[in-house]
Nanobody
Framework: QVQLVESGGGLAQAGGSLRLSCAAS????????MGWYRQAPGKQRELVAT????????DYADSVKGRFTMSRDNAKNTVSLQMNNLKPEDTAVYYC?????????????????WGQGTQVTVSS
């Protein structure tokens, strides 16, 4: 079982930056790919970024490619999402998720382990 706690959300202006973190506890973190999702009001939850269990492979939604960077520190059981050049359409609650396997990208399979979410609001 994995427990996930996100932090780092807040308010930013368009063009600004925020860094989200997700701290994981419990077994399995080091052998799980991880993902960041977001959900805007009235919209479905969407996958933003994934990273493989070892951290060597990352994948991003087209909407954030070139602006967001996902990383992980397996020694500290954390994953991060650096968000640059933020846009108002990035406004959402962001969640981290522990994947079912090792792989990122199109092989990523979300588990039932979610954090509580952290709000990101970008003003224009």
């Amino acid at each position: 079982q994995v427990q996930l706690v996100e932090s780092g959300g807040g308010l930013a202006q368009a063009g600004g930056s925020l860094r989200l973190s997700c701290a994981a506890s419990g077994s399995g973190f080091k052998v799980s790919a991880m993902g960041w999702y977001r959900q805007a009001p009235g919209k479905q939850r969407e996958l933003v970024a994934t990273i493989s269990s070892g951290g060597s492979d990352e994948d991003y939604a087209d909407s954030v490619k070139g602006r967001f960077t996902m990383s992980r520190d397996n020694a500290k059981n954390t994953v991060s999402l650096q968000m640059n050049n933020l846009k108002p359409e990035d406004t959402a609650v962001y969640y981290c998720n522990a994947g079912r396997g090792l792989l990122s990208g199109s092989w990523y399979r979300p588990s039932d382990y979610w954090g509580q979410g952290t709000q990101v609001t970008v003003s224009s």
